[in-house]
């Protein structure tokens, strides 16, 4: 059990437009997130002393602080495993500020996945020093397993096989989030809500992922300002309460390709070590969660958390989101902003985002009385989490 039990707070949102070619550098675009944040916050950049990203990103804290006229940074932090750090960003500033390394912390994520260099496009390590990075990768793209689509294309057969599930499941998933990005404006999906026969009909990518099972590649930026309650006590911007939050890894753990680990019916352990400390955390289970946002870079991802998280048991995700139950008015609203496969995929950080929004009551589709929201991070690597909410 953590000593950050309710003691920050996210006191304000920020983030760009996102498109699929924004026309300007990715600093340009974390230094407009982090600004738009900090007036959502009423903080003054000068005064922002702590800055947290993750990797992938290009934007050194200090040129990002130098755009913003910071005076000086006490803390800086770049965390590990791309989109599954996304909410350890999160942990990261609340550390920094529960323990008074830093007062006021920005976290950011800005990238131009889309028009720059796509995440989604088979990887080439030839140019890499050869180093275990390297010789990890070496046992799977010599068999065609060369991108992020066909190294989780692997884990959805075994999560098939362990579960019964479908790809009519996985459907479910891509519909509800269309549902949901169809009456977002800010999604690229406005007004574009999908069937699951036309789920069905898209075309393969790796099977039995079909390209409608995957997210987006996006150009934007989002930020997030996080202080100590009691200093978010005096500013005018909303804050909400960072009740939680947990990394993890698990035994044998690899990078998207976790294929060997002996876990029985376990899709996602290193999920399930997160949820344990944040359950631990607050007290809360998952009858507490009001709605949340799974990190659905792939929809066989979020079927396994919902198990890992014990929405369900091992193997019943496809029965639980059934008649529409993740949907606006379901037993368990997931991703109402549209997730990474109907409003944009900035690595989990717009996920977080929605997680604010729904705490304050501004969420597009805005679930009655959000106390206790859940947010992922990345799947397939080491992961995060936390929980938002009231104290």
């Excluded at 990261?92 to 920005?106: L, S, Y």
Aim: with cysteine; aromatic share 8%; glycine share 10%.
């Amino acid at each position: 059990m953590s000593n950050l039990f309710d003691q920050t707070a996210i006191v304000g949102i920020g983030a760009t437009e996102f498109s699929k070619n924004s026309g300007r550098s990715e600093l340009q675009l974390a230094q407009e997130a982090c600004l738009a944040a900090c007036r959502d916050a009423g903080v003054d950049p000068h005064d922002v002393d702590g800055m947290v990203t993750y990797s992938m990103d290009a934007n050194p804290a200090i040129d990002v602080a130098r755009g913003l006229g910071c005076k000086e940074l006490t803390y800086f932090s770049h965390v590990d495993f791309g989109g599954g750090a996304a909410a350890g960003t999160l942990l990261h500033a609340a550390m920094a500020v529960a323990t008074g390394a830093a007062k006021t912390v920005v976290c950011y994520r800005a990238f131009n996945e889309r028009s720059g260099q796509r995440f989604g496009q088979a990887l080439d390590v030839q140019n890499w020093a050869p180093d275990a990075r390297a010789a990890n990768f070496a046992w799977y793209l010599p068999f065609g397993l060369m991108t992020p689509a066909s190294w989780v294309g692997m884990f959805a057969q075994r999560y098939m096989h362990l579960s019964g599930a479908t790809s009519e499941d996985f459907g479910r998933v891509a519909v509800a989030d269309r549902k949901h990005a169809a009456t977002n404006p800010k999604a690229w999906f406005y007004g574009k809500p999908i069937t699951l026969e036309d789920h069905q009909a898209s075309r393969w990518i790796a099977e039995p992922l079909h390209l409608l099972d995957c997210c987006q590649e996006s150009d934007g930026g989002q930020a997030f300002v996080v202080t100590t309650r009691e200093r978010a006590a005096d500013l005018p911007g909303h804050a909400v309460t960072i009740r939680s939050a947990a990394q993890g890894t698990s035994y044998d753990q690899h990078s998207m390709t976790s294929y060997y680990r002996a876990d029985g019916d376990r899709a996602l352990p290193e999920m399930g070590t997160v949820a344990r400390q944040l359950w631990a955390d607050t007290g809360l289970g998952p009858n507490d969660i009001d709605t949340a946002v799974l990190y659905d870079h792939f929809t066989p991802f979020v079927l396994a958390q919902l198990e890992e998280f014990g929405f369900c048991g091992a193997g019943e995700a496809k029965d639980f989101i059934k008649d529409g139950a993740i949907e606006l008015g379901g037993r368990l609203p997931l991703n109402t902003h549209g997730g990474q496969l109907g409003e944009a995929y900035i690595h989990g950080m717009n996920g977080i985002a929605e997680g604010v929004r729904q705490v304050r009551g501004t969420a597009v589709n805005q679930v009655k009385d959000a106390r206790n929201v859940l947010v992922t991070a990345g799947t397939g690597v080491p992961t995060s989490a936390l929980i938002l909410g009231h104290d």
